[in-house]
C-alpha cells in the first residue's frame, strides 16, 4: 500500500497523484477481472448518492467514458483519435495508387478470390508479391466493396493507424493514467514515419498496429497471469508473421522473457502459459504456410521473391536471415559485412546508425529521450516487487525498443528508411510512461532534474535533425531549442511556483518536444508518396539520395546509388519515364541540377530532391512522385500513355494476360491502367525463375499472352537470383517483330514470327 498523500510544500491542495512504486517497496494483488488497474485512474471523491438516472445512452456513454474517469479523459480521447485521422486522411488521393507493386495485387486479389488467398501479382495467378498477404487483405476488400481507387487502398491504412494510437492509449493508460495515454497516443500520430506508413500501403501500417496490440495483450495477462490475453498475444504475432514474416518476431524474446520472470503466478503455470501462446501463435501464422506448402505448385501461382517456388526458404532466407548477414539471393545488392561501418549498399551500420542523416528524420526525435525515460523509469521502480505491473511496462516496452533498435543498427541487409515505423510505437509508450512517472515524483529534486535534462536534450537534438534541412523553416529549429530550453528550467521550478505554473510548463515542455516533428509530418502529409520506397519530410543535407536522404530501393531491394548533388541512379526501364536522378536505355543518370545543401538535384519531371520515381497511373502521368529510386520501370512503375493503353484493352478478354513485362513494377503499372492482367516476369526484381523460358514460350504458343512490353535497360538478368528474364527476353526480340507505340517497345506475340 502506498502512503497518504501530502502536498508538497509550496503547491495548493489538490487531488493526489497516482500511487507511486517508491522509495519505499511496496505490495500488489493480482487485479481483478474487471476492476480498474493501480494507478490506472483516480477513484471518483466521495459524494452523497445521486437519484436514479437510468441508463445512459450510447451516445453519452462515448462521450463520457468510464464514470470513474475525470470528465475530460473520454473527450481528450476521442479527439486524439479525430486529429489523427485528420492527420492521415488529409489528401490521401495525392499519393495515387502509392506503390503500384502491392496495389496491382490488391487489384487482381479484389477480382479473384485465389489471387487474393496467395497475394498474386496478377488476377491470372502468375507470381505473387514478395510478402505474405495478410497486409492485402483489408486493401483487398475494401476495392471489392467501393472500386478501385486511391481511396479504397489507402483509406484502411490510414484507419489501421488510428487503431494504433488507440490501442496505444488504452495499453499505456492503464497503468499510468490517461495523460500518459494521451501522450504516448499523440507521439505516435505526429511521428513522421509513422503518418508516411500509415498513408502508404506497404505491409508496415498492419505490422505495426499488430505489435502494439501484441504488446498490448501482453500487459493484460501480466496483471493478473491471464491466460486468454497472453493467448491473444500469439495470435497477434501469428498474424503479424503473415504481414512480413520474421520481422513479427523481432520482440518475441523481450516480450517471453519479462512473462517468464514477472507474471503473478506460478514458474511452471508461467510456462504452461507461453506454451499455450506459442500454440495459438503456431496456429494463426501457419494455418496458411501449411496450405501454400501443400498446395500443388502446378496450380497456384509462383511465389515471388523465391529461388525455388517455396514460401518457407522465401521466409528464412531473402525476407528472413538474409536480412541480417546481407546474404539475400534473388536481391540486388544487399550484403556487406555486419558492425562497424558495414552494411554494404544499405549503409553504414552500427549504433548511430538510427541518427544519422538518413534515419535521423524519420524517427530519432524523441529517440534519446525514450532510452533517458526507460532508465528512469526502471530506477525508480527498482525496489518494487518481482510482479510490479509499472515496471513490468517499463521492461516489455522498453526490450521491445532495444531489441529492435539493435537489429535495425547492426543488420547488413536491405534496410529502408521505412523500416522505423516499427521503432514508434516503442517510443512513444516510453515517452509517455517515463514522463509521466517523473512527474508525479517531481519534488525529488532527482526526478525533476532528469525531466529538465530530457527536455533540454529534446530541444538541442530537434534543433540539430532541423539543421540538416538549412534551408526548409530555419526559424523552427530556433523556437525548437529556446522552447525546450525554457521548458527545462520552468520543470525545476515547477514545484516552487505553483500549480498552475507547474500546469504551463509542462504543457510547453510537451510542445517543444513534439513541434519538430509535427512540422515534419505536417510537411509529409502535404506531399504525395508513390514508388517502391519512400521517406518522410524535406530533403536533408548528407542523405543518400532521394527524399529526405532516400536510397532507391524496392520491396525486395534494387539499391540506388543516388547520391548529392543530383548525382543520377543507374537507369533501367521503360523509355519513358524518365526518372528523376536517373536515366533511359540503361544508361546512368545525367548530373542533375544541383540541389539545396548540396542534395540530390532536381529531376526532369521538376520532382524536389531527386531519386524519386513515381507509380504509373494511367494518364500517363505519376501518382504523386516521392517513391524511390532510379531503375525506370523497377522502382516505381512505368508511365502508361492513352495509346498504349487503348492497345492493350482491345481484345483482352481473349488473353490471359494482356502482356508480360520484366519485373512486378513495369507490369503493374499497365494492370492498374488497363484492368486486366499482366504477368510479371521475374516477380520484383526480375530475377526470379519464373515463368522459364520453356513454360513462356508455351503460354505464347496457346495464345494466352497477347503483347512482350521491352524493358530497354536488359532489366532482369539474374540480379542476384537465377531468374530468366534475360532468355526471354532475348527469344522475343529475335522471333517477333517489334513496333513502337508512343514511346514504349511492344511485341505481339500473336504475330508471325520472323524467319
Known sequence: MTAPYSTPAGLPAGPPPPPDDLPGPVTRTPVPEHAPPPGGHRAAAPSAPAAPSGPRGFGARVWRGRAEDARWVRPAFLALLAVTAALYLWDLSASGYANSFYSAAVQAGSESWKALFFGSSDAANSITVDKPPASLWPMDLAVRIFGLSSWSILVPEALMGVATVGVLYAAVRRRFGPAAGLIAGAVLAVTPVAALMFRFNNPDAMLALLMTAAVYCVLRALEGARTKWLVWAGVAFGLAFLTKTLQAFLILPPLAVVYAVVAPTAFRRRIGQLALAGLALVVSGGWWVAIVELWPASSRPYIGGSQDNSFLSLTFGYNGFGRITGNETGSVGGGGAGGGQGGGQWGATGI?????????????????????????????????????????????????????????????????????????????????????LLWEKRTHLAAAATLAATSAGTGYWAYVLLGRATDWHPWLRWTVLVSGLLAAAGLLLAVRLGRRFAAAVAGLGIAAALAAPFAYTLNTVDTGHSGSIVTAGPAVQGGRGGPGGMRGGGPGGMPGQGGQNGQGLPGGGQQPPTVPGGGQNGQPGQQGQQGQQGGPGQGAQGFPRGGTAGGGTADGGTAGGRGGGGMGGLLGGATVSSAMKTLLEKNASDYTWVAAAIGSQNSASYQLATGDPVMAIGGFNGSDPSPTLAQFQRYVAEGKIHYFISSSGGMGGGMGGQGTSSAITTWVTSAFTAKTVGSTTVYDLTSPAKS
Open 352 to 436: 548511430t546508425r538510427l541518427f544519422d542523416a538518413d534515419m535521423g528524420g524519420q524517427i530519432a526525435w524523441l529517440l534519446p529521450a525514450a532510452f533517458v525515460l526507460l532508465a528512469a523509469g526502471l530506477w525508480l521502480t527498482r525496489r518494487a516487487p518481482r510482479t510490479d505491473a509499472r515496471r513490468a511496462a517499463f521492461l516489455v516496452w522498453g526490450g521491445s525498443l532495444l531489441m529492435t533498435f539493435g537489429v535495425f543498427s547492426f543488420m547488413s541487409g536491405i534496410f529502408h528508411q521505412y523500416y522505423n515505423i516499427a521503432l514508434a510505437p516503442y517510443i512513444a509508450a516510453l515517452v509517455g510512461m517515463g514522463a509521466t
